[in-house]
């Protein structure tokens, strides 16, 4: 366990405003947990999570986590659901009642040992414009409640010290002295003052909105409409949202987004996953333990809960890889992640 100091927020503090802040932010808080693994990702309504800061994240990690297996990510599910902000530990998140107890269950079971990784601990930071920026770590021994207590006691410090650096860079790019956006997320973005005037476009906005027709139309009907409903364009959206009375550059104002990205689908728990791409092909019994299977559970542990032999479960495991045309679990995980990134559901 690190020592139970506060984490030492001075290289964050030093570059808030510039394009290391979330870098700075996120070590200084993995350097105190002792975390082996730390990375910053945005999450937001409508889109695919983004990688902002991917430190020691393997690149298949990353690849197999964009390719769908972001459905089941419980932090992600969790914040889209609630839209609650704060410190969220992956251990207390499987404890729990209900859909979000299952969801984050099966991600331990299957999706955490892929890192090789004991525990996830995530710090969700609310970000002008209605996303939230993921401060996630990782370690290879679980977390431990007085770090959590600590962590949640400082919560409103980072909350502040990451909003702070949002509104730096936006005063420092409507006064025209610097070119770091703080929101390499979005493609360009715009921001309207109370009644409706535009007051700063990024430096791409034009190039990209005011040379398609449709990103054009969209951006006009974002501007008029709800806030947070965003409008899909082929493969991009534009989402526009309100922002508060105390925003310097446009008080009560909005800012929209053209983010030209796919959206995200909704969600998933692990047995639906499993029920609906293999029911055509497997009996209700192989459905079963194809299940427990790629939630990492051995023959034996599933012929216990199963109530049947371990040689039976061995023999419909065969029968499973004849039927699906592949010989390893590994290949029936691919299959599973296949159908996640293909399916709309």
């Given at each position: 366990?690190?020592?139970?100091v506060?984490?030492?927020?001075s290289?964050?503090?030093?570059?808030?405003?510039?394009?290391?802040f979330q870098?700075?932010?996120?070590?200084a808080i993995?350097?105190w947990?002792?975390a082996?693994?730390r990375?910053?990702?945005?999450?937001?309504?409508?889109?695919?999570?983004?990688?902002?800061?991917?430190?020691?994240?393997p690149?298949?990690e990353v690849?197999?986590?964009?390719?769908?297996?972001y459905?089941?990510d419980?932090?992600?599910r969790q914040w889209?659901?609630?839209?609650?902000s704060?410190?969220?530990n992956?251990?207390e998140?499987?404890d729990?009642e209900?859909?979000?107890?299952e969801?984050?269950?099966?991600?331990?079971?299957?999706?955490?040992p892929?890192?090789g990784?004991?525990?996830e601990?995530?710090?969700?930071?609310?970000?002008?414009?209605?996303?939230?920026?993921?401060?996630?770590?990782?370690?290879?021994?679980?977390?431990?409640?007085?770090?959590?207590d600590?962590?949640r006691?400082?919560?409103?410090?980072?909350?502040?010290?990451?909003?702070?650096?949002?509104?730096?860079i936006?005063?420092?790019?409507?006064?025209?002295?610097?070119?770091v956006s703080?929101?390499p997320?979005?493609?360009?973005f715009?921001i309207?003052?109370?009644?409706?005037?535009?007051?700063?476009?990024s430096?791409?906005?034009?190039?990209i909105?005011?040379?398609?027709?449709?990103l054009s139309?969209?951006?006009?009907?974002?501007?008029?409409?709800?806030?947070?409903?965003?409008?899909?364009v082929?493969?991009?959206h534009?989402?526009?949202e309100?922002?508060?009375?105390d925003?310097?550059?446009?008080?009560?104002?909005?800012?929209?987004?053209v983010?030209?990205r796919?959206?995200?689908?909704?969600s998933?728990?692990?047995?639906e996953?499993?029920?609906s791409?293999f029911?055509d092909?497997?009996?209700?019994r192989e459905v079963s333990i194809?299940h427990?299977a790629?939630?990492?559970f051995?023959?034996?542990?599933?012929?216990?809960?199963?109530g049947?032999?371990?040689?039976?479960?061995k023999?419909?495991?065969?029968?499973i890889?004849?039927k699906?045309?592949?010989?390893t679990e590994?290949e029936?995980?691919l299959?599973l992640?296949n159908?996640?990134?293909?399916?709309q559901?």
């Amino acid at each position: 366990m690190p020592n139970p100091v506060l984490p030492d927020l001075s290289a964050a503090v030093l570059t808030a405003g510039q394009g290391g802040f979330q870098a700075a932010l996120s070590e200084a808080i993995a350097t105190w947990l002792g975390a082996e693994r730390r990375g910053v990702l945005q999450y937001s309504r409508p889109a695919l999570p983004h990688y902002l800061v991917r430190d020691l994240v393997p690149t298949e990690e990353v690849d197999f986590y964009l390719a769908g297996a972001y459905r089941f990510d419980p932090f992600f599910r969790q914040w889209r659901e609630s839209q609650i902000s704060g410190v969220l530990n992956l251990g207390e998140l499987s404890d729990a009642e209900g859909r979000v107890g299952e969801k984050a269950r099966d991600y331990v079971l299957r999706f955490q040992p892929k890192t090789g990784m004991a525990d996830e601990i995530a710090v969700l930071c609310p970000k002008i414009g209605g996303a939230v920026d993921n401060y996630f770590f990782l370690r290879s021994t679980p977390f431990e409640q007085p770090e959590m207590d600590i962590l949640r006691a400082v919560f409103p410090t980072l909350h502040a010290l990451h909003d702070l650096n949002q509104r730096l860079i936006l005063n420092a790019l409507a006064e025209g002295t610097t070119q770091v956006s703080g929101f390499p997320e979005a493609d360009a973005f715009a921001i309207d003052d109370s009644q409706g005037r535009q007051s700063f476009v990024s430096a791409n906005w034009q190039q990209i909105v005011g040379q398609a027709v449709d990103l054009s139309d969209a951006v006009n009907q974002t501007r008029k409409g709800l806030a947070g409903q965003p409008v899909v364009v082929g493969t991009a959206h534009v989402i526009s949202e309100d922002l508060g009375a105390d925003f310097p550059p446009a008080p009560n104002g909005r800012i929209t987004f053209v983010v030209q990205r796919p959206m995200a689908s909704s969600s998933l728990v692990m047995s639906e996953v499993v029920e609906s791409l293999f029911t055509d092909q497997l009996t209700q019994r192989e459905v079963s333990i194809c299940h427990l299977a790629l939630r990492g559970f051995p023959s034996a542990s599933i012929a216990e809960q199963l109530g049947i032999a371990v040689g039976t479960v061995k023999n419909h495991r065969k029968s499973i890889y004849r039927k699906l045309d592949i010989t390893t679990e590994r290949e029936l995980f691919l299959l599973l992640v296949n159908h996640v990134s293909t399916s709309q559901t």
